[in-house]
Every structure is written in structure tokens, then in C-alpha cells.
């Protein structure tokens, strides 16, 4: 039972370079999402996505691109890394709007 | 914009005593509240949801309430021991989408 599956689980990156962070999950979940977390802030919403096809900014979308063409995949972009990406991200998904999250286990991501 | 707040951030308690875990939120306007584990270097794992509808939610040791006119959730855990140290965080659905607003955590060491 796979669940919410993240790779990769490290990354360094020099500043000015692209990646795609992959998540996908193996529950036939409708709603996907990513986060990042940062010492002392809390997890911050990055994209968010109810289904195939559609997606939606969070509170912190700038520098990164979503695109969501099947249920189990939902790939983030970075499109031109900072160090101000520096972070650990997470995906989560779960099957409707008001149940549980079910999380990935992280990509600790360094942007030197 | 909804603001979450989790106060201690650090809590220290011998084993067997119950632990109180507390959340605050600004606005009233919630859809659900989830209380989360996360153990060092891992991902976020789900306790307990509380739909806006409901005062309390229970399972095993825990036990979470919410008063969303105060804007309060409490999680209590009884009879601690070591296995419970970890980092609980609470978050709110903000909107019909389920978008969750985190709080930053509580980091929680029950000593021998």
C-alpha cells in the first residue's frame, strides 16, 4: 500500500537550474496538493488540484508550475531555482474536500 | 486571511502524563480541523479530523475537541509515553476546495 509516493527524497540545485518534483499516488484520490515547509513557519500551500485538468494557485505560487493530466500524478516544476527555495516539500492528496490528508514523505530540496 | 497559531512550541512532560496540545484560529469560517504527526526527517501523518460540524473527535488515547466560536482546538493525548514525542500540527480547511492553513507545531519530547 504505497499510499503518497515523493522522489526524489534529496536535491541540490545551483541556483538558475530547473526540476520537477514528482508525487503520485496510488489511492484514486480527486484532490492534490503541494506544500512547503520552512523552520518556524509552518507548512504554506504552494498549487493545489481537484482533478485531472484542474489546478489552482495557493499562498505561495511564484517559481513554481503545476500541471495535473492524470489522477495519480501531480509533478511540480521549478522553473528557475533561488535560494529562496530552499526547502522541504511536501504532497498531499485525499479523496474529497472534507476528509483526511494523506502526505508524501518530503523532498528535501538545497538551492546553492 | 486565516492565521493559526499553536502555542507551546516546545512542551516537555514525564511519562504517563496527559499532554495538552492547543490551536488557535482567527476566523470562525472553517470547513473541517485536522491534527497531524510528524516524526523528524518524515512525513505528515493524520490523527484526527474534526468536521465544522462536530465538537469532538476521538481515537484510542486521543481525544480533540473544537469550539469554533473561539476559534480553539485542544488535542489531548493521555498517558504519554516516549513513542509520542513528535511534532503535532493542527491546520483548517479555509474553503470548500479543502485548502488547509497550518499552524506551526508543537514539538513534544515525553521523558522516561
Known amino acids: 500500500n504505497a499510499g503518497v509516493t515523493q522522489t526524489p527524497k534529496f536535491q541540490v540545485l545551483k541556483t538558475g537550474q530547473s526540476m520537477t518534483l514528482q508525487c503520485a499516488q496510488d489511492m484514486n484520490h480527486?484532490?492534490?496538493?503541494w506544500y512547503r515547509q520552512d523552520p518556524g513557519m509552518g507548512l504554506r500551500l504552494i498549487h493545489?488540484?481537484?482533478?485531472?485538468?484542474?489546478?489552482?494557485?495557493?499562498?505561495?505560487?511564484n517559481g513554481y508550475n503545476v500541471s495535473r493530466s492524470t489522477t495519480e500524478d501531480f509533478p511540480l516544476r521549478l522553473l528557475s531555482a533561488a535560494p529562496s527555495q530552499t526547502s522541504v516539500y511536501f504532497c498531499a492528496s485525499?479523496?474529497?474536500r472534507n476528509t483526511e490528508a494523506f502526505f508524501g514523505q518530503g523532498t528535501r530540496l538545497t538551492v546553492v | 486571511?486565516?492565521?493559526v497559531t499553536q502555542i507551546p512550541a516546545a512542551l516537555s512532560v514525564p511519562e504517563g502524563e496527559n499532554l495538552v496540545l492547543n490551536c488557535s484560529f482567527?476566523?470562525?469560517a472553517i470547513y473541517n480541523l485536522?491534527?497531524?504527526?510528524?516524526?523528524?526527517?518524515?512525513?505528515?501523518?493524520?490523527?484526527?479530523?474534526?468536521?465544522?460540524?462536530?465538537?469532538e473527535q476521538t481515537s484510542g488515547r486521543l481525544n480533540a475537541s473544537l469550539d469554533k466560536s473561539s476559534g480553539r482546538s485542544t488535542?489531548?493525548?493521555a498517558a504519554s509515553q516516549p513513542g509520542d514525542s513528535a511534532t503535532y500540527l493542527c491546520a483548517v480547511a479555509v474553503d470548500s476546495?479543502?485548502?488547509?492553513?497550518?499552524g506551526a507545531g508543537t514539538q513534544v519530547v515525553v521523558t522516561p
Do not use: C, H, N
Request: hydrophobic residues 30%.
Open chain 1, 30 to 33: 480527486e484532490y492534490m496538493s
Open chain 1, 48 to 61: 493545489y488540484s481537484v482533478g485531472a485538468g484542474i489546478t489552482d494557485q495557493g499562498e505561495v505560487p
Open chain 1, 94 to 96: 485525499s479523496s474529497s
Open chain 2, 1 to 3: 486571511k486565516q492565521e
Open chain 2, 26 to 28: 482567527t476566523d470562525s
Open chain 2, 34 to 55: 485536522q491534527w497531524f504527526r510528524q516524526d523528524p526527517g518524515k512525513g505528515l501523518t493524520s490523527l484526527l479530523l474534526i468536521q465544522s460540524s462536530q465538537r
Open chain 2, 75 to 77: 488535542l489531548y493525548i
Open chain 2, 97 to 102: 476546495w479543502g485548502k488547509l492553513q497550518f
